[in-house]
């Protein structure tokens, strides 16, 4: 790989790298935050039933993120690279799909109708639309810059853009969607939620053409031509400990993630019976990252990205253990503990980005080929296996405990979301630490190592 003859990596590049992830979580934290509570609460589908449809339509991811994964590796070349193209094409495609999901007007219709909806609807926004663009902007870190620690600015970068997104959804929203019904409940508006994606979408559209505007992609990336044989790209693949190594850590991740969030839903409304406190808790955990991203880089480069990943999952695991133990109806002393137990996603958050350029590094250097693309699209379908087990895992909970909208504020049920909301992030934590410590190898030694040998051979 060579460098092209452009401006040096700078700020617009990383502004613009932010815009790109801040563009997809306007959609796609709309949808992991807002889409059970939606079919179960306005469209009467049972939480089983949601998170079985959001587990089943990961399958057919397997087959879009490879195949879009192949198509980046093999564009062309244009004067903006080969995967920027992809984020002006597909921009307005994913906002429209997101918002077809939240079509309340069809929540008189038979219960078979709305199954179909939903499961329509959420394959063509995840699978397919948001698939396409999400591929080609994940590789397209590699082709912004080759530099280790340029790449994890980008990497923070790319966190701080999803937490913009991730405070507009997770602070505005429940104030706007959840309102009061004559008993006194906070209750779920299908209307405002529509009216909420369409916010977004546009939201959506205009962050993405930032990032096309103000990202460079300088460093030359080749396109493949190689025939593409099934059979080699998957013994490659899994071949690479690095690689399954990410995976593993990716899933428990977004597992954990999609618990804190999913969970938040019930839990604040139902549980504490405050839509503000749901507010403030995704603002503070911003703040936690935000602040986190100031000096992030400069730890993961003095200990490793990987080591500085494992105490924030240790310091998770302990917070949200003392909560459970605590079963506080206090929520001033829960939002603290959900706000430290938050460092244990945010830390690898903020890196998790830059570890994937490793591992694509460690990859070349083992097989002497890059594939960019390929390897970002089965990292993107790990990722997205964790987001749907943790939607079947949070929907079969909600089943078990009893949740429908007749028992949604009984005693019982509302202390089993709390023992949900607390335990199991604390016990996924734990897995995540111990994922990254046995299973991740590219310890900050060897990451180094890879630099050097990489930056000789070019």
Not at 319 to 339: D, E, G, K, P
Not at 365 to 384: H, L, P, Q, T
């Amino acid at each position: 790989m060579g460098e092209k003859d452009v401006k040096p990596f700078g700020l617009k590049d990383k502004i613009g790298y932010m815009f790109g992830d801040c563009g997809n979580d306007f959609t796609f934290i709309l949808c992991a935050m807002f889409l059970m509570k939606f079919y179960t609460d306005v469209m009467g589908v049972s939480g089983a039933i949601v998170g079985l449809m959001m587990m089943a339509a990961k399958f057919f991811d397997a087959f879009t993120d490879v195949f879009m994964g192949q198509v980046c590796d093999r564009s062309p070349v244009t004067k903006k690279g080969k995967f920027l193209p992809w984020i002006r094409r597909m921009c307005a495609p994913v906002a429209i799909s997101s918002m077809l999901i939240f079509a309340f007007w069809f929540r008189n219709m038979p219960m078979g109708f709305k199954i179909v909806w939903m499961f329509f609807t959420y394959l063509l926004y995840g699978s397919v639309c948001y698939t396409a663009i999400n591929i080609p902007y994940g590789s397209m870190a590699s082709a912004i810059t080759a530099n280790p620690k340029e790449r994890i600015s980008l990497s923070t970068f790319r966190s701080i853009g999803a937490n913009i997104a991730i405070t507009g959804i997770g602070s505005a929203l429940p104030l706007f969607v959840f309102q009061k019904n004559d008993a006194g409940n906070v209750v779920f508006s299908g209307e405002r939620m529509f009216a909420a994606s369409v916010v977004c979408g546009i939201i959506a559209i205009v962050a993405y053409m930032l990032c096309y505007t103000l990202s460079t992609e300088r460093v030359k990336m080749k396109q493949v031509t190689k025939k593409f044989e099934i059979a080699d790209f998957f013994k490659t693949i899994f071949s690479s400990h690095s690689l399954i190594g990410i995976i593993a850590c990716a899933l428990v991740l977004l597992i954990t993630q999609n618990l804190f969030q999913g969970m938040n839903n019930y839990l604040y409304p139902n549980y504490f019976k405050n839509r503000e406190a749901m507010s403030v808790v995704s603002l503070l955990g911003t703040c936690v990252t935000l602040v986190l991203s100031t000096f992030a880089t400069t730890v993961a480069g003095k200990i490793g990205k990987k080591e500085f990943s494992i105490i924030g999952a240790l310091i998770g695991s302990v917070t949200m253990f003392i909560a459970f133990r605590l079963h506080t109806h206090n929520v001033v002393l829960w939002i603290t503990l959900q706000t430290i137990g938050h460092l244990g996603l945010a830390v690898f958050n903020l890196l998790c980005w830059a570890m994937i350029t490793d591992v694509i590094d460690d990859m070349e250097i083992k097989n002497g080929e890059r594939s960019d693309g390929s390897v970002y699209a089965v990292y993107s379908f790990a990722r997205k296996l964790g987001q749907a087990f943790s939607a079947g895992l949070t929907g079969f909970m909600l089943s078990l405990i009893g949740y429908t909208k007749e028992t949604a504020f009984d005693d019982v049920v509302t202390n089993g979301m709390y023992s949900v909301a607390s335990l199991a992030p604390a016990i996924a934590f734990i897995v995540l630490a111990l994922a990254l410590a046995f299973l991740y190898p590219l310890s900050k030694k060897r990451v180094e190592e890879n630099a050097v040998t990489l930056h000789g051979s070019n």
